[in-house]
């Protein structure tokens, strides 16, 4: 059974910060790439930052960038997603995703963690 658990969720004050993980087990193969999304209520689900697994290469949303960190475990077949300087419009549901190893279109999907930043 394929898993991605997010965990790291919160509610903080705007210019705070927060570390989500997100721990894949259960893969077949390992993901080319794996990345972070988030969606809040009315808008549609956007990217945050993906990772290019076996190079390291990240790419951010430029609305995130300079603020956010994604990181990789491969030890602990985990990825994290260090944000800092938190603003309102950052709050959603944060979900992590991953390929099937094959391309890298998302084939699994974490549960999601709720971020919530006040003013």
């Known amino acids: 059974q394929v898993q991605l658990v997010e965990s790291g969720g919160g509610s903080v004050p705007a210019g705070g910060s927060l570390r989500l993980s997100c721990k894949a087990s259960?893969?077949?193969?390992?993901?080319?790439?794996m990345g972070w999304f988030r969606q809040s209520p009315g808008k549609e689900r956007e990217g945050v930052g993906s990772m290019v697994l076996r190079s390291g290469n990240v790419y951010y949303n430029n609305a995130v960038k300079g603020r956010f960190t994604i990181s990789q475990d491969k030890y602990n077949n985990t990825i994290w997603l260090e944000m800092n300087s938190l603003k309102p419009e950052d709050s959603g549901m944060y979900y992590c995703g991953a390929d099937d190893g094959e391309g890298t279109d998302i084939a699994y999907w974490g549960q999601g963690t709720q971020v919530t930043v006040s003013s």
């Open positions: 259960g893969l077949a193969r390992s993901p080319n790439v």
